[in-house]
């Protein structure tokens, strides 16, 4: 004989099917009851899917959907996620197994000690509303609130870069910023590039190392008229706060990472003198951060990273590989963790704080409209040509203008770590495509804040922040599963949980990073609050 426990919910559940009765779950201690059987789970699995638990099978897929081939070779079930579902701080799969919830669980004070998976829509006493039924428990679905979005665009202003940043100016308001704007994101744009007439060859003094094509951007994300041919005039560079911001950075071939990074504390214009410029950036591009903004870099560029001196970058170790990729986050979050995520040598690629796309002289995955590859995609060590052609790189300035030099390989292997995109910048012409991409990415990237602004409590009650409880209700339609509080976020643990922006006045609730994980994955799921019931606790040591 076997023994399997079922939590009481469980139990009732089942009971209720059998007999037909009004079931209303309890939100406070749900005890485990012991259930014996001479048949363990198939006796749920009978009771759920009848004679297909008997097939024979020697894999999942022998099975009918919703059971999992048994160590026995038999089918079988343990959970529907509806009918039957799973205690402790596990989850019903979609092949009815009972599995560990990774980063949602642990031990809880007025409970059982794991987190409690009920079923479906209890109504709440009172009221008729969803939640616990015994201590007047109602539900209420939290609104996720956005991240605010820093979007840095960096542009290299040498000889070759005439038509990307032609492409720049005419796409970025159309087919960039108003997609942001219209999801309703906060977000600003701040460019980091040398600004002027772009149809002006060498324009204010500039050169054809690193200055040889300058950049305006036009309203609506900027107020300003920019020239549309050589001799129209220009106007001088300015701010429109709160959404655009400009820091003249002359960024030459190969030293994108490190004038960057320079530029970051250092006033405009950086590193050229120039003789009629009025700073407007004094204290470098990083007084137009926000600490609680995610990070979004968007590099364009035809060539590569390197570590020479003559390209301004001697005594890094920004090679264009993936060694060079890692050492520039390093440095970069380094420099400055408040805004782009503290680096541990221990864990390198945990608590990043930014994106970085790319858009370099790489090769397209096809030669008249190429899509952007994504970080699951290997890098791609061949270079764009303007007919569309993939060639070896020329890894030289004498390449034709419309071609790529280098394929930014440095560049990509950052795109990748830090799950961004990539495309070829010879296909100016489709700039809209990327554009329209990285903007999507944006938007999606701002709904992943785990943050959540707390709902209005139902009327006639009275909102206590000791009797709240939060509820995460899978996307797939799996049990929902309560998520047990912690004081502060330095009580996060490997096992989640969550807790308030401020335990005095609390406006939001916030994930622990381990829950944080679980719930970005699922952007179908849902976060509610329930309202009535004692405040559930992970245990904190």
């Given at each position: 004989?076997?023994?399997?426990?079922?939590?009481?919910?469980?139990?009732?559940?089942?009971?209720?099917?059998?007999?037909?009765?009004?079931?209303?779950?309890?939100?406070?201690?749900?005890?485990?009851?012991?259930?014996?059987?001479?048949?363990?789970?198939?006796?749920?699995?009978?009771?759920?899917?009848?004679?297909?638990?008997?097939?024979?099978?020697?894999?999942?897929?022998?099975?009918?959907?919703?059971?999992?081939?048994?160590?026995?070779?038999?089918?079988?079930?343990?959970?529907?996620?509806?009918?039957?579902?799973?205690?402790?701080?596990?989850?019903?799969?979609?092949?009815?197994?009972?599995?560990?919830?990774?980063?949602?669980?642990?031990?809880?004070?007025?409970?059982?000690?794991?987190?409690?998976?009920?079923?479906?829509?209890?109504?709440?006493?009172?009221?008729?509303?969803?939640?616990?039924?015994?201590?007047?428990?109602?539900?209420?679905?939290?609104?996720?609130?956005?991240?605010?979005?820093d979007i840095v665009v960096v542009i290299d202003n040498s000889a070759?870069?005439?038509?990307?940043?032609?492409?720049?100016?005419?796409?970025?308001?159309?087919?960039?910023?108003?997609?942001?704007?219209?999801?309703?994101?906060?977000?600003?744009?701040?460019?980091?590039?040398?600004?002027?007439?772009?149809?002006?060859?060498?324009?204010?003094?500039?050169?054809?190392?690193?200055?040889?094509?300058?950049?305006?951007?036009?309203?609506?994300?900027?107020?300003?008229?920019?020239?549309?041919?050589?001799?129209?005039?220009?106007?001088?560079?300015?701010?429109?706060?709160?959404?655009?911001?400009?820091?003249?950075?002359?960024?030459?071939?190969?030293?994108?990472?490190?004038?960057?990074?320079?530029?970051?504390?250092?006033?405009?214009?950086?590193?050229?003198?120039?003789?009629?410029?009025?700073?407007?950036?004094?204290?470098?591009?990083?007084?137009?951060?926000?600490?609680?903004?995610?990070?979004?870099?968007?590099?364009?560029?035809?060539?590569?990273?390197?570590?020479?001196?003559?390209?301004?970058?001697?005594?890094?170790?920004?090679?264009?590989?993936?060694?060079?990729?890692?050492?520039?986050?390093?440095?970069?979050?380094?420099?400055?963790?408040?805004?782009?995520?503290?680096?541990?040598?221990?864990?390198?690629?945990?608590?990043?704080?930014?994106?970085?796309?790319?858009?370099?002289?790489?090769?397209?995955?096809?030669?008249?409209?190429?899509?952007?590859?994504?970080?699951?995609?290997?890098?791609?060590?061949?270079?764009?040509?303007?007919?569309?052609?993939?060639?070896?790189?020329?890894?030289?300035?004498?390449?034709?203008?419309?071609?790529?030099?280098?394929?930014?390989?440095?560049?990509?292997?950052?795109?990748?770590?830090t799950g961004a995109l990539r495309y070829p910048s010879c296909y100016?012409?489709?700039?809209?495509?990327?554009?329209?991409?990285?903007?999507?990415?944006?938007?999606?990237?701002?709904?992943?804040?785990?943050?959540?602004?707390?709902?209005?409590?139902?009327?006639?009650?009275?909102?206590?922040?000791?009797?709240?409880?939060?509820?995460?209700?899978?996307?797939?339609?799996?049990?929902?599963?309560?998520?047990?509080?912690?004081?502060?976020?330095?009580?996060?643990?490997?096992?989640?949980?969550?807790?308030?922006?401020?335990?005095?006045?609390?406006?939001?609730v916030l994930a622990c990073p381990a829950t944080c994980d679980v719930?970005?994955?699922?952007?179908?799921?849902?976060?509610?609050?329930?309202?009535?019931?004692?405040?559930?606790?992970?245990?904190?040591?």
């Open positions: 004989m076997k023994t399997t426990k079922y939590p009481r919910a469980r139990v009732g559940v089942l009971l209720a099917v059998v007999c037909g009765c009004t079931l209303v779950l309890h939100c406070g201690s749900v005890p485990e009851v012991l259930v014996e059987s001479d048949d363990g789970f198939d006796g749920v699995c009978h009771s759920l899917y009848g004679a297909a638990c008997d097939k024979s099978c020697g894999r999942d897929a022998d099975c009918s959907s919703g059971l999992h081939c048994g160590s026995d070779g038999t089918c079988t079930a343990e959970c529907d996620g509806d009918t039957v579902t799973c205690g402790g701080s596990e989850m019903c799969t979609e092949r009815g197994r009972c599995e560990p919830t990774p980063g949602v669980g642990g031990s809880g004070s007025g409970g059982t000690g794991s987190i409690i998976m009920t079923t479906g829509s209890s109504g709440a006493a009172g009221d008729g509303g969803e939640g616990g039924g015994e201590c007047g428990a109602v539900y209420e679905e939290a609104t996720e609130v956005k991240r605010p979005m070759s870069m005439e038509g990307e940043i032609v492409a720049v100016q005419e796409r970025i308001n159309s087919e960039f910023a108003d997609i942001i704007d219209n999801s309703g994101i906060d977000y600003r744009v701040i460019m980091v590039s040398r600004y002027g007439n772009v149809f002006d060859e060498n324009f204010d003094g500039g050169g054809p190392f690193d200055s040889a094509f300058s950049v305006c951007i036009g309203s609506p994300l900027s107020s300003l008229e920019c020239p549309a041919a050589e001799d129209d005039p220009t106007p001088p560079v300015a701010h429109n706060p709160p959404i655009f911001y400009h820091h003249s950075t002359d960024i030459g071939s190969r030293n994108l990472w490190c004038r960057l990074l320079d530029a970051y504390d250092t006033s405009d214009p950086y590193p050229n003198e120039r003789d009629d410029f009025e700073p407007i950036a004094e204290q470098g591009w990083q007084e137009f951060l926000r600490p609680e903004a995610f990070k979004v870099f968007i590099a364009i560029t035809d060539d590569s990273p390197t570590t020479s001196g003559d390209a301004s970058c001697a005594g890094t170790n920004f090679s264009d590989d993936l060694d060079g990729a890692r050492a520039f986050d390093e440095a970069l979050r380094t420099l400055a963790p408040e805004h782009f995520g503290a680096f541990d040598d221990d864990a390198p690629d945990e608590g990043r704080n930014y994106s970085w796309y790319s858009i370099v002289g790489m090769a397209g995955n096809d030669p008249e409209s190429p899509t952007p590859l994504g970080p699951d995609e290997p890098v791609e060590t061949l270079c764009c040509q303007g007919d569309g052609d993939a060639v070896d790189c020329p890894r030289s300035n004498n390449a034709p203008l419309s071609d790529g030099v280098r394929a930014g390989e440095g560049y990509q292997e950052l795109s990748r770590l100016n012409d489709n700039f809209d495509d990327v554009f329209n991409a990285i903007a999507e990415g944006v938007i999606e990237g701002a709904k992943l804040s785990c943050e959540w602004a707390i709902p209005d409590p139902p009327r006639g009650e009275v909102f206590d922040k000791n009797k709240v409880n939060v509820e995460y209700r899978p996307g797939g339609g799996s049990t929902p599963v309560t998520i047990l509080k912690v004081p502060t976020l330095e009580d996060c643990g490997d096992s989640g949980g969550w807790y308030y922006d401020n335990e005095d006045d609390p406006t939001l719930l970005t994955a699922d952007p179908a799921g849902q976060i509610g609050v329930l309202f009535g019931c004692e405040t559930r606790y992970e245990e904190v040591h």
